[in-house]
């Protein structure tokens, strides 16, 4: 996968990070973190990661109202105590929060 530097609301075409070819605004600007977990991440390893994500993002909209630890916390359980302890995981983590900030500031 190569990314240009074209305008950030541009269509990523052929991307397989994003899925569908076009997309909105902040799915361009989420295309370059999803490629740093899949890079940093053997393929199978990056696959639980993110339905871990989408599991941590189901359970916090589920408890939404209600006191919660939040996304974080929850991502953690699910990926359990051997995550964290590598570059590779630091760095698929740091991606998916800011991930996490993108598409909550979207409108």
């Known amino acids: ?5 074209a305008h950030a609301a541009a269509p ?5 990070a994003v899925p569908g070819g076009e997309c909105p605004e ?7 973190y999803l490629r740093i977990i899949g890079s940093a991440l053997p393929p199978v390893e990056a696959e639980r990661f ?3 994500a989408l599991d941590a993002h189901e359970e916090e909209r589920r408890r939404a109202g209600a006191l919660q630890l939040g996304f974080s916390a929850y991502l953690s359980d699910g990926l359990g105590e051997s995550w ?3 570059l590779a995981h630091t760095s698929a983590w740091e991606a998916m929060q800011a991930i996490r900030q993108l598409v909550r500031r979207a409108p």
């Open 1 to 5: 996968m190569t990314q240009t530097r």
């Open 12 to 16: 990523v075409l052929h991307d397989t």
């Open 26 to 32: 902040v799915a361009s600007l989420v295309a370059p």
């Open 50 to 52: 993110f339905v871990q």
């Open 84 to 86: 964290g302890g590598s």
